[in-house]
T-cell receptor
Framework: GQNIDQPTEMTATEGAIVQINCTYQTSGFNGLFWYQQHAGEAPTFLSY????GLEEKGRFSSFLSRSKGYSYLLLKELQMKDSASYLCAVRVTGGGNKLTFGTGTQLKVEL | DTEVTQTPKHLVMGMTNKKSLKCEQH?????MYWYKQKAKKPPELMFV???????INESVPSRFSPECPNSSLLNLHLHALQPEDSALYLC?????????????FGEGSRLTVL
């Protein structure tokens, strides 16, 4: 089985930087995804890591350390519209493209 | 077209009803998925279709019956559901199951079972 942990809630200020952590325990790791989900809407893809290191995409960056079973999503220049749930998802080998999602981190951006 | 379209957006049904959820994508993706999401919980995988064949069934009760008529369409047939089956049902697609492509999700069908 897989165990994926994220903080339940975080609060940050508009314009600031926030880091959302994800730790996982799994065998046959084959990639980690970050998704954003606004209330009542579909999850939307943010980033993908399969090798160690940092992937940058505009205001969003994601980091992976496979040896530590650890990833984080970094959001810069926070905007009010970034208030959403952020889901970490892990894929394992032999599982097709089966993603197992973490419990999600509800981010609230305040003025 | 980068959309996954789901219908209906909302569905209310009784425990003896038979209904279906529909999903459509025109991105040429060969893998399609059904996920179930309860309030304030992450999506949970139900089924995966790869090249129109069922490749993963996550021990879903038989009152949920998936169908993939062609590579663009995915249905979920519902029969004799229970109130605890009330949830948001999300359809997703990806290029395939052997490539490192992300999943594209539809907006979901919100199901209420009375």
């Amino acid at each position: 089985g897989q165990n994926i942990d994220q903080p339940t809630e975080m609060t940050a200020t508009e314009g600031a930087i926030v880091q959302i952590n994800c730790t996982y325990q799994t065998s046959g790791f084959n990639g980690l995804f970050w998704y954003q989900q606004h209330a009542g809407e579909a999850p939307t893809f943010l980033s993908y890591n399969v090798l160690d290191g940092l992937e940058e995409k505009g205001r969003f960056s994601s980091f992976l350390s496979r040896s530590k079973g650890y990833s984080y999503l970094l959001l810069k220049e926070l905007q009010m519209k970034d208030s959403a749930s952020y889901l970490c998802a892990v894929r394992v080998t032999g599982g097709g493209n089966k993603l197992t999602f973490g419990t999600g981190t509800q981010l609230k951006v305040e003025l | 077209d980068t959309e996954v379209t789901q219908t209906p957006k909302h569905l209310v049904m009784g425990m003896t009803n038979k209904k279906s959820l529909k999903c459509e994508q025109h991105m040429g993706h060969r893998a399609m998925y059904w996920y179930k999401q309860k309030a304030k919980k992450p999506p949970e995988l139900m089924f995966v279709y790869s090249y129109e064949k069922l490749s993963i069934n996550e021990s879903v009760p038989s009152r949920f019956s998936p169908e993939c008529p062609n590579s663009s369409l995915l249905n979920l047939h519902l029969h004799a559901l229970q109130p605890e089956d009330s949830a948001l049902y999300l359809c997703a697609s990806s290029q395939g199951t052997r490539v490192t492509g992300e999943l594209f999700f539809g907006e979901g069908s919100r199901l209420t079972v009375l």
